[in-house]
Each structure stands twice: as C-alpha cells, then as structure tokens.
C-alpha cells in the first residue's frame, strides 16, 4: 500500500470553494470574474451523468448575465411557458408565465448535466477549472478568547491520496447535503425528513404531450409531475416510490433514460457563516423540489456571496440569506404538504378557488416568488 504524504502551502489559497456543482461554479466564477483568486475541489471523479434539478428560474437567469451564461442556458434548456394542474385528467388550472411583466417570463427546464458544463466552460474563460477527486478531509478554523476567529486549516487529498494541507482565508461550502464543511464548523441542521420515497425518471414520452408546458397531476396524495426535457425527453417525479405507476393513462413511456429514488427533507442549518467559513445550497437548506427553488436558491447563495467578498461586507451574509432560505423552506413545506394530502381539500381549492385567484394580482405575487424575483433585487445588477 502507497503511504500517504502530507504537504503544506501556508496562503497559497485566498478562497477555497468546495464542491463543483452548480452552487459552487457560480461562486467560483463570480469571485473570478471580480478578480479573485480562488480553488474549487470536488471529490468526485467528474461532473455527474445523472441530473436531478431542471429549473433554472428567472432570478437565476438575471444574476448569470454578467457572466455570459444567460443567453447559453436559455438557447439550450425549454422556455416553459406555463404549468398546467390536473385532478382526474381533468385540468383544474393554469398558472400562465407569461402574464409576469419581466424579460425572463419563462421557466427554463435544461438538465442540470448540462447547466453544470456551461458553467464549468464559463469558469474556463477565466483560466480556472474544478479540481476533480480532490475532497476535503477536514476544515479547522481558530477560535479566538475575543470571540473573533483566526487562522483557517484545511486537509484535502488528492485522486492520488495525498493530502495536502492549505490555509485560506476564506472556505466556501458548496458540498451539498452531507457537507463537510458544515459537520466539521459544528452548525446544526434542523428539520426533518418524510418517511417515504419519491421517485423520478427521465423518459421518452408518447401520447398526450403538452409541449412547452409542464404538468402536476393530483389523486388523493399521489402526485405526478411532467417536465419538458427537449429532444423528446420528458422528466417524470412522484411523491410516491413508482412514478410509472401514477403517471396519467393518456400517456405512455416509450424509453426510460435514468430513474431513481430519492427521500425528501426540509432542513435550513442555524447560520450561513461561522467566521470566514460560509455554507451555500444544500449545505445550508434541503428541501422538497416543490416549484424547483433549490438549484436557484443555492445560485442565489452563492452570487451573493461572491458579491459581499469583494465588498469585504460578508458580515451581512447571514443575515441577507437565512431568511430567504427560511421564506422558500416554508413555501415548499406547504406545498408538499398540499400536494400529499389525501384530503379532497386541495383539489377542491385547485378547481374551485384558485381560478379565481388566479385572476388577482395576488397570482403575479406567487408566480413572482416562483421566480425567485420576491426576493430583493440583486445590489450588484
């Protein structure tokens, strides 16, 4: 067995990024594009083949234009114009994007695979690239009799299991759900998990196909989402463990692509910051993909953080971001919760009222939120 050796670059790493997703690509490249030196390390061996989040909202699209991603993500993914609400296969609703008085009137479906490479080759115009199996062992920061925080270590280890040991001034923990850097700063992740599996798969659907529109299909608990992929692919979700065997008798798979099955949280850690060590996306909230907030939501994180490092104001970074967090864990708690009943309740509101609040400003509101756009707006936009 090959020993493993350690060696050390005390400063050589202003800002050290970890995970090389979408959270932490957007961190890296506008941090980059402000002229800021960075790192960013995954301990996987290459972006993943399988894509889990599809919605890129219209916040996201407006904080990646100055980077030039915008116009790409959208020539690429499927402008969704509207998504449609059905119980029985009847439609009780449609929520219309279009009536949303702003240039990105849209939700863009494209799979995360491919978000994640636009990203990583938009990073490479600034001569940075992800660093792949290289993972983080472990991340100490001092702690100071004032209460303040000093000196920050990390031990990474690389694809050939070398560790190395590196002491930035900055860590970004993009590393999602499991996050390292969260576990080893000691902040807490509340929430709770439900105690069933989900199930979603990326197929090739006949039948009644909606094109540009996306589809919830409601029965007593069980529901059945239908997303446009583009190139006839289609994703299919279900808050049960076999989406096949909920999806709408008026359509038919012809191909599965991918499947899997997952188990869905709504957890928001008690702080964003600890010192220099910051959490973004799912290393900071999990929750259901109920409206598709939690790629965005985590761009969002991140964009603003880069933001408040090059203002040397990140000590209003919690305070900007919790509650957002705390805003959409709620909204999609709610919805989870609705679309899960097996109460007749909700389908009852969705055939009876919300048609008619679907005609009240109170309707561009939540579509708003949907967005991303309730939030304030960007400082740096």
Known sequence: MTSK????????????????????????IELSRRGHKIRIIDKEQGPPEQSRAIAINARTLEILEPCGA?????????????????????????????????????????????????????????????EWQTGLDSVVQEAKANGDFGTITCVLQGPDGQRETITPDIVIGADGAHSTVRKDMGIGFKGES??????????????????????????????????????????????QPDVFKVLPETLKVEEVFWETLFRVSHRQVETYQKGNVFLAGDAAHIHSPAGGRGMNLGIEDAATLAFLIDKKDTARYNDMRWPIGNAVLKATEQQTRMVSSKSRLPVLFMRYIAPLIMKTPLAVRNMREMMGLAAPHPEWL
């Not at 009137?105 to 995360?112: G, I, R, S, Y």
Request: glycine share 10%; with cysteine.
């Open 5 to 28: 050796k350690t060696r050390s670059h005390t400063g050589s790493t202003p800002i050290l990024i970890v995970g090389a997703g979408p959270v932490g690509l957007t961190a890296a």
């Open 70 to 130: 915008t116009p790409r993500l959208i020539k690429e993914g499927i402008q969704v114009q509207c998504a449609n609400m059905y119980a029985l296969s009847k439609k009780l609703m449609t929520i219309d994007f279009n009536r949303l008085d702003h240039r990105y009137n849209f939700l863009t479906a494209l799979p995360q695979t491919r978000t994640e490479e636009i990203l990583a080759e938009t990073l490479l115009q600034y001569d940075m690239e992800p």
């Open 194 to 239: 439900y105690p069933h599996d989900w199930s979603l798969a990326d197929v090739r659907l006949s039948g009644d196909v909606e094109g540009q529109q996306t589809g919830a299909y409601l029965d007593k608990g069980t529901m059945c989402g239908v997303i446009p992929l583009g190139k006839g692919r289609h994703r299919i979700i279900s808050n």
